[in-house]
DNA sequence: CTAGGGTTAG
């Protein structure tokens, strides 16, 4: 297997020419370090070449590999032959070694090296940002501003601006960008945009906005950047409008616009406009892009149409990783677990490499499935075989797995052997399966865990005060709703909505705002009579144990799904799915509803709630009861 | 004369 290469070269009196761009073939790494003891010393010390082609070709191959050992093999060859102080394979070395997060190795390197100029210093702020090393990036900023500040120039002001986006350092960003100002580069494009980005990231919409139209002249990056700053913010209409404006100034999307819009669809939750949008990706020419095919995929599985993400993922030439780990989540979102192993065998068959985010869907598709034997499998080998070091995503799919199934104490001895510390995601997985399986005991201690870590979520105490009514221990419940009522917290209110007519039918718990709101609560009642008639019963979890039993009915009979659900059954076409979106976990009572109601009414029922998909037809459910 | 850089995917 060979490599293809490009790498530039100027003859030794061609300088004032364009380079020259060509292929060379170089064998992937190990091979390529063999390859380098072949090259003649003499081809190395060709001082009027600023940098030997296929060295610097080496360097490239670095970059991408992992190994910090073949570094040093450059390394010390190329001092051996080759004066590596001057100037260029010095700067590449020194990114080489941070790409491989070897610190010491480069600032050793980079102390030594004699000739720095700008772009040598440009390299190492810019190698720190790519870490996400804020701290390193800081202080090599201070250095070239306080020791040779005429050097300083954009591209340094853009590398540390990103770091301090990524690391969301408000404070640091902000005097950045006083900076920048005092410097005269606060109207250069490139500059800007970065600044844009990193204000969208911070949540500043607002002075991302002030400055984008303070700018002498946006691009296409500048566009991009905003339409991105809406969706990450939240505000993806706004997102939408400025694809139209950019439009409008006469500029066609490309890749990264896709993406974000995309995005922003979701977040809007009308899949009609995706289906536009899928048509823009066409006439763009975008449909062969891997990541625009991908967000698509993904889109796709989130609202529902598995089968168009498989058609999506059908046209991908040639899938990667990140194609493979969305069509996975996929998988787990609709409880199809079996497809998922044998997708995610055949990809690896074919070549694609997992990292641990794919691991974390495999597990969690064997989850949502029951796939216990198959769950446990991966969890074991994934170091061993595939070198993905476990971490601690893995371990809450893990204990969610034995949890979701009845072996309540397995997980939690997992939990007392794992070498990490556990986080809100483990004991949250632990905690479920405690209230699923009626677990008190340890149920009692992933709450408090929970309340440990997490004092200001109002659901562990609920689930701790639940825990302990179920078990008849009042006393104990309403010390944990006393220790409530001390604090303040926000709620996160359910909700449920359904997509018809162009627009967004949104309902919440026993919402009588809907202009057709007595149609709709005439037909819930007229359902919940007729189910009752073939054998529903309905089922209140001790949601509050002082609150009488008429009235949790009676709320519980006006969940915000059971009102869009009736909605949907007078409103929505009969012959496609009903699909009902929903912000929070669907309760046990509303997925009874819904079976009976796909028997009674013979309908397909689509019900997505945060964590996946339930498909009910002929009073079933996809998920098994699974959940 | 060239390197260093801003938006985007699971």
């Known amino acids: 297997m060979f490599r293809l290469f490009h790498a530039k070269i100027l003859g030794p009196k061609l300088h004032r020419l364009k380079p020259i761009t060509f292929q060379i073939m170089l064998p992937p790494f ?34 991408s590999s992992s190994s910090v050992s073949c570094c040093r093999v450059i390394h010390a060859r190329v001092v051996k032959s080759l004066d590596y102080r001057d100037g260029f394979i010095g700067d590449q070395l020194v990114s080489c070694y941070l790409n491989k997060r070897s610190i010491p190795d480069a600032q050793k390197l980079f102390g030594e090296m004699p000739h720095k100029d700008f772009v040598s210093w440009n ?27 005429l050097e300083l120039n954009e591209l340094t002001m853009i590398s540390v601006i990103s770091a301090c986006a990524s690391a969301k350092a408000r404070d640091e960003g902000c005097y950045l960008h006083c900076c920048a100002v005092k410097l005269g580069m606060g109207l250069e494009v490139k500059v800007v945009n970065a600044l844009i980005n990193m204000y969208g990231k911070f949540g500043c919409v607002d002075s991302a906005f002030k400055l984008f139209w303070a700018m002498p002249e946006q691009n296409m990056v500048s566009w991009n950047s905003m339409v991105a700053v809406w969706t990450q913010n939240g505000i993806p209409n706004e997102a939408v409008n400025y694809f139209n404006m950019m439009r409008v100034n006469g500029l066609f999307p490309d890749e990264a616009t896709m993406v974000s819009l995309l995005q ?27 990541t625009v095919a991908t967000t698509l ?30 069509m996975l989540a996929g998988y787990a979102m609709h409880g199809r677990g079996k497809e998922a192993v044998e997708f995610f065998e055949r990809s690896v068959r074919e070549g694609v490499e997992p990292d641990h985010v794919t691991f974390t869907h495999l597990l969690s598709a064997c989850s949502h499935s029951g796939l216990v034997r198959e769950g446990k499998y991966y969890f074991l080998i994934m170091s061993e075989v595939y070198k993905v070091q476990t971490q601690l995503d893995h371990y809450s799919c893990m204990v969610d797995l034995l949890g979701r199934c009845g072996l309540v104490n397995d997980a939690h001895q997992l939990i007392k052997n794992m070498p990490l510390e556990p986080n809100s995601g483990v ?46 221990m009042w006393n104990d419940a309403s010390k944990v709703r006393a220790l409530m009522k001390t604090k303040v917290f926000t709620r996160n209110p359910g909700y449920s909505f359904i997509e018809h007519g162009n627009k967004i ?23 919940m009579r007729r ?4 054998g529903f019963v309905s089922e209140t979890e001790p949601i509050l144990h002082d609150v009488d039993v008429e009235v949790k009915t009676y709320m519980i009979n006006k969940h915000s799904e059971k009102i869009a659900l009736a909605f949907g059954l007078l409103d929505c076409n009969a012959d496609k799915p009903l699909v009902i979106i929903k912000n929070l976990r669907i309760c046990r009572d509303c997925h009874n509803t819904a079976k009976f109601v796909s028997l009674i009414e013979k309908r397909t029922i689509i019900i997505r709630d945060s964590k996946r998909f339930h498909h009910f037809s002929d009073g079933l459910c996809s998920c098994g009861d699974y959940w």
């Open 30 to 63: 190990p091979e390529c370090c063999s390859l380098l003891f072949e090259i003649s010393p003499r081809s190395l010390s060709i001082s009027s070449y600023r940098c030997d082609p296929l060295l610097s070709s080496l360097l490239l191959t670095l970059k």
């Open 123 to 149: 390299s190492l702020v810019s190698g720190f940002s790519k870490r996400g090393d804020l701290c390193n990036c800081l202080s090599v900023f201070s250095t070239i501003r306080s020791e040779m500040a």
């Open 264 to 290: 922003a669809c979701e977040n809007l939750h009308l899949g009609r406009l995706v289906e536009a949008m899928h048509g823009v990706i066409f006439t763009c020419g975008l449909n062969e892009n891997i």
């Open 297 to 326: 995929l993904n889109l796709y599985s989130k609202l529902g149409k598995l089968s168009v993400s498989h058609k999506v993922f059908a046209e991908i030439s040639k899938p990667d990783k990140v194609t493979l780990t969305a």
């Open 427 to 472: 004991w949250g997985a632990l905690l479920g399966a405690c209230r699923v399986h009626r677990n008190i005991d340890i149920g009692k201690e992933a709450a408090e865990n929970l309340i440990a870590l997490n004092p200001s979520d109002p659901r562990n105490y609920i689930m701790l005060s639940n825990i302990y009514s179920a078990a008849g």
């Open 505 to 527: 039918h949104l309902f919440v718990v026993d919402d009588y705002s809907h202009p057709d709101s007595d149609k709709i609560h005439k037909k819930l009642e007229e359902i």
């Open 531 to 534: 189910i009752q008639e073939v």
